[in-house]
Structure formats: structure tokens, C-alpha cells
């Protein structure tokens, strides 16, 4: 699967619940995905194809080639 190699996100897994009159009725289990983009980064000098997830990208983490 998908994986951040900056902050190693990757899937999380969890419970949605259906709330019905102030009751949790049922419960089946559900994906987090994290949001993973393919860029050109520099990596030890040169360019290389590295998967990095978007919230790296939007803190200045990885140095775009």
C-alpha cells in the first residue's frame, strides 16, 4: 500500500458507527487512505521519484527537483 516516505503515513484503520435515537445501532469497520503524491524530489543531490504525502508537500518537507 501507499506509503508517505517523509512521515511514514500510511493506512489507518477504524469503526463507523451509525447513530440512530441517541443509540450507536451498528458498527462496521472503515479505511482511512492517506493522501499520497507521486513528485520528482531531490534526494541526496539528485532527482528521484519519491511518494510523498500532501501534507509534507504543503510544509515544505521535501525540496522539489
Partial sequence: MAKC?????TLAHGNKLS???SH????STRTWKPNI???KA???GEPKR???CAKCLRAGKVKRA
Fill in 5 to 9: 516516505e517523509i512521515c511514514e503515513k
Fill in 19 to 21: 447513530i440512530t435515537r
Fill in 24 to 27: 450507536i445501532s451498528k458498527r
Fill in 37 to 39: 503524491r507521486s513528485v
Fill in 42 to 44: 531531490m534526494v541526496d
Fill in 50 to 52: 519519491i511518494s510523498v
